[in-house]
């Protein structure tokens, strides 16, 4: 957001219509996946109305909303819009007191609100910022007071609809072509039954500890989460054997915290039922006081599993290159800039190398677009086994791959590996009456010689590898700072 705040106004509005713009998603029809998404934060906020709210010029547009919105409202006097104009969270515990809303036409009628709580919803652009364009929100005709769990799980539902509308725009981006259309529509239907599962994702149940006592009651969902019967009763066996290490001692040491100062926690936890499936829990807990004294441990257990699985299946989309299975361009760099903050601190060097194939046209032309992906793989598969332990690769691109080598590879070593890669990355396809080739011309360049700044090191690379080119492809040049700064050799 720093950029976005040296901007003006007009600045900010004209770039966040233009991202807007971009996602193509303003007056579509509804989708399985976003009304899910609106119908998570209203159950799991308890509010009467939710919505996916995107921001145009003179109005605000709900992608999905529960309860009683209309389809799209004028922009003056909405509460979404001020989300989306400061880029920050927004809470109204009750609007009829706050001088930015009592007299807004929504809340002295229809619909009514009273309470008001949205964080941003952003998308992210080529070589830019994120950019606010929209908001996941929850609302009621009553006042109330948030909790801070409240804004976490709007926070989280958010990123969810973020990895949904950055997945959608990757598949309109890919349309064109018929085969990237239809892995994309695979993906898609992939991610609307793990969105299904989402909408069953209620599985919740309740649990009381007494501390004089010594016994704990479950009801009925807590029972159903560990797969046991209700007629068994609570089992009389240690019941934190139902997590396993290190979650349980994590989940002992919140407790006894609890039990010290008397604040309130949530976390999340693996945990294996009584049949021995594996789950993912969300457990919170807090003190039941009687007469000013501690008498009791309650709180919810909830089995967030298949949201869990969403999140871990999205996560790993949003860092893969579809085609070749390795991490993709904004992987790379974020692996990359973990490993450069490790290099300041150790005073150590990072070795990046920029891997261009050539005569990949040559193949598309000569043998299909079928045969410029099998070249593709081959090479994501030889980067992997050339590479050392520790290597990462990376498609950047196109027929652009580049390689992280580990901080204890010397010179020796990178020149090892490069040798191999060069040998490697010759390949040959044949086809009929057609015989195409295709090598890897590689650029290097040292963190060290960049000062430990990602974006000059990958120009220092990209540097060597046109100066290999313009000597031969199919070849390899390290970057050599000159009294410029500009030369590789």
């Known amino acids: 957001m720093g950029a976005e705040r040296r901007m003006s106004d007009d600045q900010q509005e004209a770039l966040r219509q233009k991202a807007l713009a971009e996602i193509a998603l303003l007056d579509t029809p509804p989708e399985r996946e976003f009304d899910a998404l609106a119908k998570l934060a209203q159950r799991m906020l308890g509010t009467g109305m939710s919505s996916i709210t995107l921001i145009a010029p003179e109005r605000q547009w709900f992608k999905a909303r529960c309860g009683p919105l209309a389809p799209q409202t004028p922009r003056d006097g909405a509460f979404c819009p001020v989300v989306v104009e400061t880029g920050a969270p927004l809470v109204v515990a009750d609007a009829r007191l706050d001088p930015r809303f009592a007299g807004s036409p929504f809340v002295t009628g229809a619909p009514n609100i009273r309470f008001y709580a949205g964080v941003p919803v952003r998308v992210q652009r080529p070589g830019g910022d994120p950019v606010t364009v929209g908001t996941l929100c929850v609302l009621d005709a009553r006042p109330r007071e948030p ?14 609809a973020e990895a949904l509308i950055e997945s959608r725009s990757v598949a309109l981006r890919a349309a064109e072509a018929a085969e990237e259309h239809r892995r994309t529509a695979e993906r898609l239907e992939r991610e609307r039954r793990q969105f299904k599962q989402a909408e069953r994702m209620a599985d919740m149940g309740s649990y009381r500890y ?11 969902g807590v029972f159903a989460i560990h797969e046991r019967p209700v007629a068994a009763g609570v089992p009389g066996e240690d019941i934190l054997h139902y997590f396993p290490e290190p979650d349980r001692t994590a989940f002992v040491a919140a407790v006894m915290r609890t039990l010290e100062t008397g604040e309130p926690f949530e976390l999340d936890a693996d945990f294996v039922t009584a049949k021995g499936n594996a789950r993912r829990v969300r457990c919170s807990c807090e003190i039941e006081l009687a007469k ?60 990046v190398l920029l891997i261009d194939l050539d005569g990949f046209k040559g193949v598309n032309d000569a043998l299909g677009h079928a045969a410029g992906d099998a070249v593709l793989r081959r090479v994501a598969d030889r980067l992997r086994a050339s590479c050392n332990a520790g ?10 791959f580049a390689v992280v080598l580990p901080a204890d590879v010397d010179g020796v070593g990178v020149d090892r590996t490069v040798q191999r890669l060069l040998h490697d990355l010759e390949i040959v396809m044949e086809g009929p009456g057609h015989i195409a080739r295709v090598t890897g011309t590689i650029g290097i360049a040292w963190s060290s010689m960049a000062g430990q700044d990602r974006d000059r090191l990958l ?31």
């Open 147 to 160: 909790t801070p769990i409240d804004l976490e799980v709007l926070e989280g539902l958010a990123c969810l």
């Open 459 to 489: 120009r220092q690379a990209d540097a060597a590898l046109y100066v290999a080119k313009r000597t031969r492809k199919g070849t390899a040049a390290t970057y050599r700072i000159d009294a410029d700064d500009r030369q590789a050799g």
């Open 210 to 220: 007494d501390i004089e006592k010594r016994s704990t009651e479950w009801s009925d």
């Open 391 to 400: 290597s990462f690769p990376a498609r950047l691109g196109g027929d652009e």
């Open 292 to 351: 000013g004294k501690p008498v009791a441990l309650i709180g919810l257990i909830q089995d967030i599993t298949e949201r869990h699985r969403l999140e871990q299946r999205l996560r790993h989309l949003a860092r893969t290159d579809d085609l070749t299975q390795l991490a993709n361009r904004v992987e790379f760099h974020r692996v990359l800039d973990a490993r450069l903050r490790d290099a300041r601190a150790a005073d150590g060097d990072v070795a």
